[in-house]
């Protein structure tokens, strides 16, 4: 198929698509031959605490997980917020095998005060803009931002919890989902009375679900991603895992995780995105309420899709690739998530039944309660622009 004895091949698709001599083929005989999943939520933790990640061990990751493109978030120490940032980002990415991308933070800091300048950014090489991490608490700067992004035609992706209606944050009973529900219905409200393209990330309620719901059949241009830990695990796993469990939002109840994998089905969620969130043992390995929140996720997001969504019939394998290469695409305009002549040679091939023991990852950290999983499907190469990346 692709890739020479560097690794380089075939750039683009179809049978004139040009291929150097000696190209590798690869046999994907029994296996599936999918679009190279896009991933819209990801922490390469640089510039800032590489210490954690980087973009090289982060684009590892999401090689070994089937990812051809990524889009990292904005809080990094200094936050992504001028173009200067950006640009410097970008150089540093284009190093990587596959596609790395950054949005930009959405206020100046992360302080949810001023706004960036947009078009800066924009023409810097952000692709949309989010202080995930850092919910906004300003409506009427919410309301300008969105009225920016609209006139941009750029995505806005928005971290919802409440602070006020949170004690503590990271486990369901101390950040409920109340915390989340009610930034949800607000966005989606100013989404309707703006037009802006507005995403909830790592969606975690029962009754975010039903907003997003309603919402859309508003006429809202609201979409919405869910991390496969919140479709996998329930607040139980904090028991079982300790700190290696804790995120934000947290776990939530078997009723929310059900109510987020109907809303998978019915097609109220949009995206699988990981959240790939790595922090340092020294971060983790503490009391739960010190520990830092979040978990790794780019090499195991599909193998845990395959297991809780396809395995049980609740997503067919086609709509479960849909959910993770066309749809992010499309969120943001990318030109990926098909396979068709003349498209850019994103690839990822697997096979959706073998069985493997998550043993290991390629990041920097190892905070992740599925070490040690028995999970189903396995990615076996992952081809980006038409070089192989990752062999498995």
């Given at each position: 198929?692709?890739?020479?004895?560097?690794?380089?091949?075939?750039?683009?698709?179809?049978?004139?698509?040009?291929?150097?001599?000696?190209?590798?083929?690869?046999?994907?005989?029994?296996?599936?031959?999918?679009?190279?999943?896009?991933?819209?939520?990801?922490?390469?933790?640089?510039?800032?605490?590489?210490?954690?990640?980087?973009?090289?061990?982060?684009?590892?990751?999401?090689a070994a997980g089937g990812f051809t493109t990524v889009v990292c978030m904005a809080n990094t120490s200094p936050a992504m917020d001028s173009p200067e940032l950006v640009r410097e980002f970008a150089s540093k990415a284009a190093a990587e095998?596959?596609?790395?991308?950054?949005?930009?933070?959405?206020?100046?800091?992360?302080?949810?005060?001023?706004?960036?300048?947009?078009?800066?950014?924009?023409?810097?090489?952000?692709?949309?803009?989010?202080?995930?991490?850092?919910?906004?608490?300003?409506?009427?700067?919410?309301?300008?931002?969105?009225?920016?992004?609209?006139?941009?035609?750029?995505?806005?992706?928005?971290?919802?919890?409440?602070?006020?209606?949170?004690?503590?944050?990271?486990?369901?009973?101390?950040?409920?989902?109340?915390?989340?529900?009610?930034?949800?219905?607000?966005?989606?409200?100013?989404?309707?009375?703006?037009?802006?393209?507005?995403?909830?990330?790592?969606?975690?309620?029962?009754?975010?679900?039903?907003?997003?719901?309603?919402?859309?059949?508003?006429?809202?241009?609201?979409?919405?991603?869910?991390?496969?830990?919140?479709?996998?695990?329930?607040?139980?796993?904090?028991?079982?895992?300790?700190?290696?469990?804790?995120?934000?939002?947290?776990?939530?109840?078997?009723?929310?995780?059900?109510?987020?994998?109907?809303?998978?089905?019915?097609?109220?969620?949009?995206?699988?995105?990981?959240?790939?969130?790595?922090?340092?043992?020294?971060?983790?390995?503490?009391?739960?309420?010190?520990?830092?929140?979040?978990?790794?996720?780019?090499?195991?997001?599909?193998?845990?899709?395959?297991?809780?969504?396809?395995?049980?019939?609740?997503?067919?394998?086609?709509?479960?690739?849909?959910?993770?290469?066309?749809?992010?695409?499309?969120?943001?305009?990318?030109?990926?998530?098909?396979?068709?002549?003349?498209?850019?040679?994103?690839?990822?091939?697997?096979?959706?039944?073998?069985?493997?023991?998550?043993?290991?990852?390629?990041?920097?950290?190892?905070?992740?309660?599925?070490?040690?999983?028995?999970?189903?499907?396995?990615?076996?190469?992952?081809?980006?622009?038409?070089?192989?990346?990752?062999?498995g």
């Open positions: 198929m692709v890739g020479d004895a560097d690794g380089k091949g075939c750039t683009s698709l179809g049978a004139d698509a040009r291929c150097p001599d000696g190209a590798r083929r690869i046999d994907a005989a029994g296996l599936t031959v999918a679009p190279g999943f896009v991933d819209i939520h990801c922490h390469f933790r640089d510039p800032g605490f590489t210490y954690k990640e980087d973009l090289h061990t982060g684009a590892l990751c999401a095998k596959i596609e790395v991308l950054t949005v930009g933070a959405i206020t100046r800091g992360l302080a949810g005060k001023e706004l960036v300048d947009m078009k800066a950014l924009l023409d810097a090489g952000a692709v949309g803009f989010s202080d995930d991490g850092k919910p906004l608490m300003d409506a009427g700067l919410v309301l300008r931002a969105m009225r920016t992004a609209r006139e941009a035609m750029v995505p806005l992706s928005f971290h919802e919890e409440d602070p006020s209606l949170i004690a503590a944050n990271g486990v369901n009973a101390t950040s409920p989902h109340i915390a989340e529900d009610v930034l949800v219905a607000r966005d989606i409200e100013l989404a309707l009375a703006t037009g802006a393209k507005v995403n909830i990330q790592h969606l975690s309620s029962a009754a975010s679900v039903d907003l997003l719901r309603q919402g859309k059949r508003r006429g809202a241009s609201v979409f919405a991603e869910v991390a496969p830990h919140h479709f996998s695990l329930t607040e139980d796993a904090l028991r079982r895992f300790g700190s290696d469990a804790k995120m934000n939002p947290p776990l939530r109840t078997e009723e929310d995780r059900q109510a987020l994998i109907e809303g998978l089905a019915d097609g109220t969620i949009d995206c699988i995105a990981t959240d790939h969130a790595p922090h340092a043992v020294h971060e983790k390995d503490v009391a739960l309420e010190k520990a830092m929140s979040g978990i790794l996720g780019l090499e195991t997001a599909f193998a845990l899709a395959v297991t809780h969504l396809v395995a049980p019939g609740r997503l067919t394998l086609s709509e479960l690739v849909r959910k993770m290469s066309l749809n992010p695409a499309r969120l943001y305009g990318f030109d990926r998530g098909a396979l068709a002549k003349g498209k850019r040679a994103d690839i990822v091939v697997f096979d959706p039944n073998e069985e493997w023991t998550v043993s290991g990852t390629l990041s920097k950290s190892n905070n992740s309660p599925f070490i040690g999983s028995r999970l189903k499907g396995k990615v076996k190469y992952t081809v980006s622009g038409g070089e192989i990346v990752y062999e």
